[in-house]
């Protein structure tokens, strides 16, 4: 090939030939009109495709690794064939390792099934290359896409490196004048010349007044009108707010927007990505963050002095990484946690006086706490947890009317009740979910008609109630799990596609199930669980490709279905329902991992069937890190092994912190070693 260089190298598996056909001679013979930037009228060539070119190749792999390295671009057809291809996966892979990915230009063929993102459209080699959060540049002919004319321009203008916009008026322009010269001659070629440029120049200023005002339509949309409907609490309307603002940016590029319209798409991206993480939609939020960081980080980085420019992007890199954590990618969302607290550090450093940047640390100390519990260090989740709080307390002493920062402190008392419990400090997790409730309440008498608040209020009365439970003070859990089901029924029926909703409304039900359960009320527990099961078909109908709620949500019921069945004497059942628990969570697929509360939920179920070997296999390795439902199920299984000085460490350690599950209490009361 000499020193011959492509301006680009078309990879593709030779079943979408017909569509590189098309492709390869549209671009060869594409002459850019004259005054584009970086055209210079000149054409695409060469485009490289290896079945034209490397007809008479003796080496086909050495002449392919050539034309790579000589190509200016990449431009990758992801289809099912190539995401299956070994080899356009090798030219993936060789051309990254002389360019970089945004030197690959992607069209979008057809999805995978059930995947409608970006990056489940890519091969797997391209895919693994790209940074966290990031996308390659795409052209889109999938059905709703850009369609083929608007895809052939988007690559060709990157090629070209020309503004779209400039691109597609040129080529309008150019088109208009051969027809213009077709159907008027030559005698009125002057008049009709004229007449086009007082037209154009009045277009040019009517096309900039409309997009002024759209503009600012934009700018209310997100701004005043999104404030005035978030308390509302209906998805529905903020969805349409959304993706209306979102229309308006549909077929520009990112580099054609001034800084204060890439401002306004990044945080529409932003809403749309908040409102899908509400519905219950995971990926569908990720894919929407996703699109909000990377517009962030351009913006970011036309200006990286701009502290606020600054502060939305780690807002961004936060939801990516919460997105991740909720979707069980747990290396992902520690390495965008880590980043988030990075950027915090850095919006600190630009201006130490600003109280809603130094927030952020705390945010960010919040974070590595969530992790770290989920990771089973309580000890250590604890210590970040309480860093946290320190400083959200400062910060609301200086504003106490801000509500905002009280919802931070809410929260950080609610994440170091969870680390109290996890230690089996019962006594101080319960005090901790007071203090909680209390400021929850202070929060929604301020604003009573803020549903989302009010749902998050319901929800701390529920974790309240399981803490009393936990101390033994069934009344108050029986009164707050009554007062969360009145507002949940409420607020499901106001909008029955929050599935965060729903999923709460489920826990009520699940928590008024537990406390049948240890009072041993037959017929409302089996009213519980009817509700229940009723709820949890209508949560998952919502989405069904989220399994995360079969695990965390129904994994518990079956859990509770079986100690139903053993209180009502019907052995056979509970043995069955045991033996299913036991074959879902012994041996796991692809259901995201729940950890401990899977851990417990088996040793309830080895416990049914007799198994108290396989609990103590199971939970003995970890007696003193489990939470005290844990020690208390491993206590039975020692004891029930003659194991009586074992069992009797574990229940004097749980009676000397405060635990009183009144299950609890009543068997131990009547075992030998009550």
């Not at 504003?399 to 680390?419: E, K």
């Not at 009145?486 to 199930?513: C, H, I, M, S």
């Not at 399994?547 to 069955?576: C, F, K, P, T, Y």
Request: some cysteine; aromatic content about 6%.
């Amino acid at each position: 090939m000499g020193d011959l260089n492509y301006k680009a190298f078309i990879s593709y598996s030779h079943g979408d030939g017909k569509l590189v056909d098309w492709l390869h001679k549209g671009l060869e013979a594409y002459r850019p009109p004259k005054g584009v930037m970086g055209a210079g009228g000149r054409p695409l060539r060469p485009i490289f495709r290896d079945r034209a070119e490397l007809s008479a190749a003796a080496d086909l792999g050495g002449a392919i690794r050539e034309a790579l390295e000589r190509s200016e671009f990449l431009i990758l057809i992801c289809s099912e064939a190539a995401r299956r291809s070994k080899w356009v996966g090798e030219e993936i892979r060789h051309f990254l390792s002389t360019h970089g990915p945004q030197r690959v230009i992607c069209l979008l063929v057809d999805s995978p099934d059930g995947q409608g993102e970006v990056l489940d459209c890519l091969p797997p080699a391209l895919r693994e290359a790209l940074p966290p959060g990031g996308e390659p540049l795409a052209a889109d002919i999938r059905p709703g896409g850009d369609g083929r004319r608007l895809a052939f321009m988007k690559i060709a203008a990157t090629l070209l490196g020309a503004r779209l916009d400039s691109l597609i008026q040129r080529d309008a322009r150019r088109r208009t004048r051969w027809m213009t010269a077709i159907t008027a001659g030559a005698l009125g070629v002057a008049v009709v010349t004229a007449a086009l440029a007082v037209v154009a120049v009045d277009a040019r200023r009517e096309a900039e007044a409309q997009r002024a005002e759209a503009e600012d339509l934009v700018a209310y949309m997100l701004g005043d009108l999104r404030k005035k409907l978030e308390p509302v609490g209906r998805l529905d309307v903020l969805d349409g707010v959304g993706a209306r603002a979102l229309a308006h940016y549909a077929h520009v590029e990112t580099r054609d927007l001034d800084d204060e319209a890439l401002g306004q798409q990044a945080k529409a991206q932003t809403l749309l990505g908040e409102i899908r993480d509400k519905r219950g939609d995971l990926k569908g939020a990720r894919q929407a963050f996703s699109q909000a960081a990377q517009t962030s980080e351009a913006l970011s980085r036309r200006a990286p002095r701009d502290g606020a420019r600054l502060y939305d992007l780690a807002q961004n890199v936060f939801w990516l990484a919460y997105l991740d954590w909720r979707l069980g990618r747990v290396a992902e969302a520690e390495a965008g946690f880590k980043r988030y607290g990075e950027l915090a550090e850095q919006l600190t450093r630009l201006d130490p006086k600003n109280a809603e940047w130094g927030l952020e640390v705390a945010y960010a100390k919040s974070n590595l706490g969530t992790l770290l519990l989920d990771a089973k260090r309580p000890v250590e989740a604890l210590a970040a947890f309480v860093a946290a709080r320190d400083r959200f307390e400062a910060y609301a002493r200086k504003a106490p009317d801000d509500h905002d920062r009280l919802v931070d402190l809410v929260d950080t008392y609610a994440w170091i009740a969870d680390s109290l419990n996890r230690l089996g400090r019962v006594r101080e997790a319960y005090a901790e979910r007071v203090v909680t409730a209390q400021l929850m309440a202070r929060i929604v008498k301020a604003e009573p008609e803020n549903r989302p608040l009010a749902a998050k209020a319901h929800a701390g009365e529920l974790a309240l109630a399981r803490r009393a439970i936990d101390v033994g003070r069934v009344e108050e859990a029986r009164r707050l799990v009554a007062q969360a089901r009145r507002g949940y029924d409420e607020l499901t029926a106001f909008d029955p596609q929050n599935a965060k909703w729903q999923e709460y409304a489920v826990t009520v039900d699940l928590d008024a199930l537990e406390l049948a359960l240890g009072a041993g009320d037959v017929p409302a527990a089996r009213a519980a669980s009817a509700a229940a099961t009723s709820r949890l078909a209508r949560l998952t109908a919502l989405n069904s490709d989220i399994r995360a709620w079969d695990v965390e949500l129904g994994g518990r019921l079956n859990v509770q279905r079986m100690r139903l069945a053993i209180l009502e004497g019907r052995r056979d059942e509970a043995r069955r329902l045991a033996s299913e628990i036991v074959a879902s969570l012994a041996h796991p697929t692809n259901q995201k991992s729940e950890g401990l509360k899977d851990n417990l939920w088996l040793a309830s179920a080895y416990l049914a069937l007799g198994d108290t070997a396989a609990v103590e296999r199971l939970l003995g390795p970890q007696a003193q890190s489990l939470v005290p439902l844990g020690q208390d199920i491993l206590a039975r299984a020692l004891h029930a092994q003659g194991k009586s000085g074992q069992a009797r460490a574990l229940v004097k350690s749980l009676r000397e912190r405060g635990y009183a599950n009144p299950d609890f209490v009543a068997f131990w009361r009547d075992s030998s070693l009550g």
